[in-house]
């Protein structure tokens, strides 16, 4: 197996990282997640990102809102997730102001709309589309609920690639998917020509299926079963080489919630882009008013079992440019699967969760309100 991340991008990222360490900021952002909007077309089980009023739904960043955050958080990659991207009416020019900028551009979709809406963009060294697969067909199709989605997502991801668009895929992987399955369809990527990103489900307290979340040393187990299948494979993976060993059992690492900051519709997510525990008005208060110390494995419990890329893959990073030696041997050796894990980070002080969703929702559900009767008042004072 081998990583797939271009040369071109591996430079342009890695100067900016080693500008970051010259300049003594510990805590800096490594990918923006742009999120314009919550709303979805379809209604995954794992997903926690959906289950909101529709006056939430119904909200948008707009163009100039999603440049300012660009602009703002500085990092030189953004990732736009959702919801669904491309339902925004708006995407087409959000994603030309990204690349004006010169930053790597991952516009993540479910892909139901990509062919009918591949006009909206150009082909560039900065854009990729990042298109959510969970497995082969059958595994897909139930994981998002619905039949057909699958062979969709595929033939847009053909019809991408056929006019000049760099395009990866993205799986989310949880409990009960055979690792055989699972190598099964990283054979299929590497026959469809397209980088796989992959990381382990994070568990939404609201997301529909509570059932089949991994745990730590699960989630490590099954990973080293895959890469073992994939000895000599060539599969493409768009991570590093550290972050790979990791999700292996083979490294020991920390969160780092700050290095993939999240921008939103209620503003600057606290800690990260999978725990909405609060929110800043700008950049610089995220980063100066978050406790981060009070977040991560071993720290706080819906942190537990949490090996997800948007934390762990900012540490990765780090860690390949403070001893690049190590780096270079995981890649050049692979990733070992058999042996002693490294150590894991104890839970007995971790502290208990605290359930902060509703009273977010209800803020701003009373915004939304405040924002609609403005007009109508003045309407009336007229």
């Known amino acids: 197996m081998r990583m797939a991340i271009p040369f071109f991008k591996e430079i342009r990222i890695g100067t900016y990282l080693l500008k970051q360490k010259l300049m003594g900021r510990k805590h800096y952002p490594l ?8 709303r979805c077309n379809l209604a995954c089980v794992g997903c926690g990102k959906i289950d909101y009023p529709d006056p939430i739904l119904n909200r948008r960043l707009s163009v100039k809102e999603c440049l300012d955050a ?18 925004h009416r708006d995407i087409g020019e959000i994603v030309k102001g990204i690349v004006a900028r010169k930053k790597f551009v991952s516009l993540c979709t479910n892909a139901l709309l990509l062919e009918k809406k591949l006009h909206l963009f150009q082909p560039s060294p900065y854009l990729f589309f990042s298109v959510h697969l969970d497995g082969l067909k059958t595994h897909h199709d139930h994981s998002v609920s619905q039949e057909g989605v ?7 991801i053909k019809a991408a690639k056929a006019k000049g668009f760099t395009v990866n895929v993205n799986a989310t992987i ?16 590497k026959e469809l020509d397209v980088g796989v990103s992959i990381s382990p489900g994070y568990a939404y307290e609201r997301a529909p299926d509570q ?4 745990n730590r040393r699960k989630t490590k187990e099954l990973f080293r079963k895959v890469f073992a299948l994939g000895k000599g494979k060539g599969w493409n993976f768009m991570h590093s080489a550290l972050f790979l060993d990791f999700l292996a059992g083979n490294q020991t690492y920390h969160c780092t919630p700050w290095g993939m900051p999240t921008r939103n519709i209620f503003g600057w997510q606290k800690p990260c882009y999978l725990l909405g525990e609060g929110y800043a008005k700008t950049f610089k208060e995220l980063i100066e008013t978050t406790d981060w110390d009070s977040y991560g494995t071993g720290r706080y419990e819906k942190c537990a079992n949490c090996m997800a890329h948007c934390g762990y893959e900012p540490t990765a990073a780090d860690a ?3 001893n690049p030696l190590q780096a270079i041997w995981v890649a050049l050796r692979g990733l070992r699967t058999e042996g002693p894990m490294a150590a894991e980070i104890p839970l007995t002080e971790q502290r208990p969760a605290e359930f902060v969703f509703s009273r977010h929702v209800e803020l701003e559900l009373a915004e939304i309100r405040k924002t609609e009767t403005r007009p109508q008042q003045l309407t009336a004072a007229q």
Do not use: N, Q, T, W
């Open 174 to 189: 949880f409990d009960g998917h055979a690792a055989e399955d699972i190598a099964a369809f990283l054979d299929f990527c």
């Open 211 to 214: 059932e089949h979340f991994l």
């Open 150 to 156: 699958f062979e969709k997502a595929v033939s847009a």
């Open 70 to 87: 660009v602009d703002e958080c500085g990092a030189p990659m953004v990732a736009i997730p959702g919801g669904e991207p491309l339902i």
């Open 320 to 322: 390949s440019l403070r």
């Open 31 to 38: 990918v923006l997640m742009l999120e314009p909007l919550f």
